[in-house]
């Protein structure tokens, strides 16, 4: 009795320590690739999917076994939406090539006020007290400067 209990631990033992190996060795095995065919239940039978070439067919048992055929396209609702989406794509085009299209050429504008011409010696007076308005900032900048590096050599 003792030795066929013994045994039959032994026996447990070997069959996990083998179910163990199967499955490290089934977890290590490449996985598989999608499958080529995708199927959805309908109401009495099945829609598969070629998921390689995109067809889909309609399989239902018949008299001599299981038969697949392939679903008609409504062509004409294809053919529809592909006419609208052409003459779309040929109104955007056009669309396209309008706002690429240079702008008309602006007339040219004249901006004294009418019945008056430029005085020029008004603006070159204007130009001259600029400049002296500039050149005076700039020595009064350069005082500074040189006052601020003399007041700084004393400091050290």
């Known amino acids: 009795m003792r030795v066929a209990t013994l045994a039959i631990a ?3 033992v ?3 320590a083998a179910a163990e190996v199967e499955g490290q060795n089934l977890s290590m095995a490449p996985s598989d690739p999608a499958p080529r065919y995708a199927f959805n239940r309908v109401s009495d039978g099945f ?3 070629d998921n390689v070439s995109g067809n889909v ?3 239902a048992p018949t008299s001599a076994g299981w038969a697949c055929q392939a679903v008609p396209e409504d062509r004409a609702a294809l053919e529809k939406e592909i006419a609208r989406l052409q003459d779309e794509v040929a109104s955007l085009k056009q669309e396209v090539a309008s706002l690429r299209e240079p702008a008309p050429p602006r007339p040219p504008a004249d901006l004294t006020p009418p019945g008056q011409a430029p005085d020029t010696a008004q603006l070159r007076a204007d130009i001259a007290r600029a400049k002296v308005a500039v050149k005076n900032a ?6 500074m400067i040189t006052s601020f590096q003399k007041d700084m050599m ?3």
Not at 138 to 143: N, T
């Open 138 to 143: 700039w020595e009064r900048l350069v005082d």
């Open 10 to 12: 032994f026996a447990l």
């Open 14 to 16: 070997g069959a996990a």
């Open 47 to 49: 829609l598969r999917l």
């Open 154 to 156: 004393r400091k050290s």
């Open 57 to 59: 067919a309609y399989c």
